[in-house]
T-cell receptor, first 113, second 112 residues
Framework: QQQVKQSPQSLIVQKGGISIINCAYE??????FPWYQQFPGKGPALLIA?????SEKKEGRFTISFNKSAKQFSLHIMDSQPGDSATYFCAASRGFGNEKLTFGTGTRLTIIP | EAQVTQNPRYLITVTGKKLTVTCSQN?????MSWYRQDPGLGLRQIYY???????DKGDVPEGYKVSRKEKRNFPLILESPSPNQTSLYFC???????????FGPGTRLTVL
């Protein structure tokens, strides 16, 4: 049973465009939603995270939009650059300090010139 | 440099031959986890540890063991590896005051 569904599986965006990756969750007890970025041959690294008390969080070109009623959250990458080409994972967990982190299946993003 | 290290980085073994993948962190983190990454399945948590001598199962613990005898180390043990455990394994750690998990570089395991 997949508790966090991520789409699309792969995404190609032109340089300067907006990349959008979506995730949906089932467990209403989830209250921490991070996004991880993974480059080939490397471990995932935290990119940005949100808690459900806000609907949006922005850090530089990266924005998380969160819709609690729809149980969905998304990552927007503005002005996408070739250096953003990587695999992105959404995740969710329940409660601060809860180590059970459930990941989505990942999105391979390619930014073309 | 603050980091999570894993050894070995690559391992090819045969079915049934016990192996251990080591994980060490130098950030004095309380929390540590093991994940496996498979194409189309993302990362799935195997085991996690809240502190020394405190461990619990993640989503896919079958066929794996862990121990946490020291705060900095969290080895993953496969007592009788099988081909379905061929995967990319990541160790991660987190301090108690932050949500951020720091991942190691990964161990690619092939079980023939």
């Amino acid at each position: 049973q997949q508790q966090v569904k991520q789409s699309p599986q792969s995404l190609i965006v032109q340089k300067g465009g907006i990349s959008i990756i979506n995730c949906a969750y089932e467990n209403t007890a989830f209250d921490y939603f991070p996004w991880y970025q993974q480059f080939p041959g490397k471990g995932p690294a935290l990119l940005i995270a949100i808690r459900p008390d806000v609907s949006e969080k922005k850090e530089g070109r990266f924005t998380i939009s969160f819709n609690k009623s729809a149980k969905q959250f998304s990552l927007h990458i503005m002005d996408s650059q070739p250096g953003d080409s990587a695999t992105y994972f959404c995740a969710a967990s329940r409660g601060f300090g809860n180590e059970k982190l459930t990941f989505g299946t990942g999105t391979r993003l390619t930014i073309i010139p | 440099e603050a980091q999570v290290t894993q050894n070995p980085r690559y391992l090819i073994t045969v079915t049934g031959k016990k192996l251990t993948v080591t994980c060490s962190q130098n950030m004095n983190h309380e929390y540590m986890s093991w994940y496996r990454q498979d194409p189309g399945l993302g990362l799935r948590q195997i085991y996690y540890s809240m502190n020394v001598e405190v461990t619990d199962k993640g989503d896919v613990p079958e066929g794996y063991k862990v121990s946490r005898k020291e705060k900095r180390n969290f080895p993953l043990i496969l007592e009788s590896p099988s081909p379905n455990q061929t995967s990319l394994y990541f160790c991660a750690s987190r301090g108690h005051a932050t949500d951020t998990q720091y991942f190691g570089p990964g161990t690619r395991l092939t079980v023939l």
